[in-house]
């Protein structure tokens, strides 16, 4: 069984950062892509950004493209999520998940079977 603990989340004003982390048990983190989703209140997940199994790869959302990086720790189990400029409607509970495609990432969130119990990030105006 595969557990994903996210951490970092917490309250910012706009125009600020905040570093999230999302590690992970098991031998086996190296041979899988991670992503990472949110969901604001009344909205669907929706996509942020992935990474495959190297780091070697990384996918966007547009709304976030330029402003957030995903990035990965092999040797730690951890993959990160650092957010910069944030804005107000960067709200919303963030979910780090395992893709169930091994190495390659996805943007489907269909395509995720292991997620964590998400971090809460408020961002005030």
């Known amino acids: 069984q595969v557990q994903l603990v996210e951490s970092g989340g917490g309250l910012v004003q706009a125009g600020g950062s905040l570093r999230l982390a999302c590690a992970a048990s098991?031998?086996?983190?190296?041979?899988?892509?991670m992503g990472w989703f949110r969901q604001a209140p009344g909205k669907d997940r929706a996509f942020v950004a992935a990474?495959?199994?190297?780091?070697?790869?990384?996918y966007y959302a547009d709304s976030v493209k330029g402003r957030f990086t995903i990035s990965r720790d092999n040797a730690k189990n951890t993959v990160y999520l650092q957010m910069n400029s944030l804005k107000p409607e960067d709200t919303a509970v963030y979910y780090c998940?395992?893709?169930?495609?091994?190495?390659?990432?996805?943007?489907?969130?269909?395509?995720?079977?292991?997620w964590g119990q998400g971090t809460q990030v408020t961002v005030s105006s």
């Open positions: 990474i495959d199994w190297s780091g070697g790869s990384t």
């Open positions: 098991g031998r086996t983190f190296s041979n899988y892509a």
């Open positions: 998940a395992r893709s169930r495609l091994g190495g390659a990432a996805s943007q489907r969130h269909g395509e995720y079977d292991y």
